[in-house]
């Protein structure tokens, strides 16, 4: 018993000094990632600020056509400074996007909504002009938030499970099926949710992440990360966008 | 000399053998002074954990000689596996994902880069998420979650869906074999997705699967088989609204669509990985991935190694302490 005590002690020890060394060498390795990404962070910003001048020949021109539908998520903590929010949609217009979905999870877009709209030229609120209404010079705007994910989703499905119960039969005690993607999709709809799927979605914030967009119309939305709001750059939206031209989806087939 | 022919270094056997003299390794007395030296050097580095120290003791009895009869490529596998584990054991000095999740795109680009015959990409793909799986559960990471196969790929040519379907019965029965790796990290096997649009034999084996590995409890793989994300939360909407209809309950709320959900058996994904630098998720997790970081490497699928997984790893690490307190706003 005595013999064993100070050899607990020295194993403990050097089991406290292996995990010392061990954190070492872990911190070290996030500090060379941290200058990884600070080096290629830089390279970035050289080569949008080339794009806004023009400097690169392919950002000169860019198939918007193909761009339909924007979606732009906004970390909560950027989306409390409304005006650069209103300044990336001022540029998106410039680009010649037609329509915009700006999400922030907890809705503080949409309590800006009406001043977003004032500022923003030739913008309209998608809501009231719907989407087969947008006239070519204006660009439509939607504000969503997480109250339009799950939410709208469980709102959905109690309008199913209406028509689910008006349809039971009294005899088998069975119901018509109104359980597909359309039924639900239909149903979304009714309680006001957009059931357009966003072709591409830029994230604004630390993480790429989608920051809990409506799950629902996300299925083939091409997701970038764009870095942090507060540094946002012409160059690299335009960057994203063109790249975004590019890409060939096969739709699982 | 009896040789472990699956590698598998549990350390407890190799340090009893070296101790005592018994089964197949020399014992510590056996050893000339250089290597005694070595193993008394290693010792505090292993302390904590008596697998790197069967590790350890296994790689210095293959380096002196004795096992060496077509051993070369065993001893540089012992020295990736050492090198692995030290490299682990310094990545979960920082939080580590609970759930990895994985879109394994590329297979048919691959194949075609490559020159090789179709369906060649699938298996060569089935090998990449094998060894990801492997490394997935040496790390520690209990939940690994695979989208193997789209409702949208029946679209695909009846031949290649044919063969995809060939593939996946092989690769599921594989999995009650002894040897597979299912059994050597006790894992339990979930299949997901539409299980009934697939045929009789893959339904069945996939079943069979599914309850042989039911009572393992250390680690889980998700397997999405006949799966879109909308499809899944259309069949929760269903369960829920069939169940709410028979208690006559006129009310589904947020958590009866939760609780219905087939991935719910896991918590939600911490990292989704989708290889060949494709930027969507195809229909994959859209439900369960608001909190996820989304991580695209450009190599595809059976090109993907063990650097990709530590860097997503390490900019989990970055980002851990943003995507908790975005869950705990939620």
Redesign the interface.
Same mark, same amino acid.
């Given at each position: 018993m005595d013999f064993n005590d100070p050899m607990l002690a020295l194993?403990s020890s050097?089991?406290q000094?292996? %995990?010392f060394g061990? %954190?070492l060498?872990?911190r070290f390795? &996030?500090i060379v990632?941290?200058l990884c990404l600070i080096v290629s962070g830089i390279f970035e910003l050289v080569e949008s600020y080339a794009i806004s001048l023009g400097l690169i020949q392919k950002y000169s021109s860019i198939d918007i056509e193909k761009l339909k539908c924007l979606a732009v998520v906004v970390d909560?903590e950027a989306a409390r400074d409304v005006s650069k929010v209103i300044e990336l949609l001022r540029w998106l217009t410039t680009i010649g996007v037609k329509q915009v979905g700006v999400f922030d999870? /907890?809705g503080l877009l949409k309590k800006s909504k009406d001043m977003i709209l004032e500022m923003v030229p030739r913008s309209v609120l998608l809501q009231e002009t719907g989407e087969n209404n947008i006239s070519p010079d204006s660009i439509a705007l939607e504000f969503i938030s997480?109250f339009d +994910?799950? @939410?709208a989703?469980?709102k =959905? =499905? +109690?309008i199913? *499970? /209406?028509k $689910?119960?008006k349809s039971?039969h009294p005899e088998n005690g069975e119901?018509e099926n109104v359980?597909? @993607?359309s039924h *639900?999709n239909e149903a979304l709809r009714v309680v006001g949710e957009c059931v357009h799927v966003p072709d591409l979605l830029l994230v604004y914030g630390?993480?790429?992440? &989608? *920051?809990?967009?409506p =799950?629902?119309r *996300?299925? $083939?939305? @091409?997701? !970038? &990360?764009m870095g942090s709001l507060k540094y946002m750059r012409y160059g690299s939206l335009l960057k994203a966008i063109h790249k975004f031209t590019g !890409?060939r /989806?096969n739709?699982? !087939? | 000399m009896c040789r472990r022919e699956n590698n598998d270094l549990s350390g407890n056997d190799v340090v009893q053998s070296f101790i005592t003299g018994s089964g197949s390794f020399p014992t510590f007395a056996s050893l000339n002074s250089q290597l005694r030296i070595l193993v008394l050097s290693l010792l505090p580095s292993t302390i904590s954990d008596p697998k790197n120290l069967g590790t350890v003791l296994h790689f210095i009895y293959l380096s002196s000689g004795e096992g060496m009869g077509g051993g070369i490529r065993q001893l540089l596998e012992q020295v990736h596996r050492l090198s692995r584990r030290c490299l682990f054991r310094v990545l979960s000095m920082g939080p580590l994902p609970t759930h990895l999740a994985f879109i394994m795109d590329g297979n048919r680009r691959y194949a075609k880069k490559r020159g090789l015959e179709d369906g060649s990409g699938h298996k060569a793909g089935f090998s990449a998420l094998m060894s990801m799986l492997q490394y997935c559960y040496e790390l520690g990471i209990k939940y690994v979650t695979v989208y193997a196969f789209s409702i949208d790929n029946f679209r695909r040519k009846p031949e290649e869906v044919q063969s995809l379907m060939d593939l996946m019965l092989e690769k599921i029965k594989s999995l009650l074999d002894k040897e597979s790796i299912v059994h050597e990290y006790g894992i339990r096997v979930y299949f997901i997705g539409n299980l009934g649009l697939l045929n009789d034999q893959v339904r069945a084996a996939a079943e069979e699967v599914m309850k042989a590995t039911a009572k393992n409890s250390r680690v889980v793989l998700l397997v999405c088989v006949a799966y879109n994300s909308t499809d899944e939360i259309v069949q929760a909407v269903k369960r829920s609204c069939v169940d709410k209809a028979d208690r006559d309950v006129e009310r589904i709320q947020l958590v009866d669509i939760e609780e219905n959900m087939q991935m719910s058996v896991a918590p939600e994904p911490d990292i989704l990985i989708r290889s060949s630098g494709e930027t969507r998720l195809s229909n994959f997790l859209l439900w369960q991935t608001g909190n996820s970081q989304l991580f695209s490497p450009d190599a595809l699928w059976p090109e993907i190694g063990l650097r990709h997984l530590v860097w997503a790893i390490l900019n989990f690490q970055r980002s851990h302490s943003y995507l908790e307190k975005k869950k705990k706003q939620l």
């Open positions: 194993s050097i089991g000094i292996g %995990d061990l %954190d060498v872990w390795i &996030h990632v941290t909560i999870s /907890q997480s +994910n799950k @939410e989703v469980v =959905a =499905a +109690n199913l *499970l /209406q $689910y119960l039971i119901g359980f597909t @993607e *639900l630390p993480v790429r992440s &989608h *920051l809990g967009f =799950a629902w *996300l299925r $083939y939305t @091409e997701i !970038v &990360h !890409v /989806q739709y699982g !087939v | -």
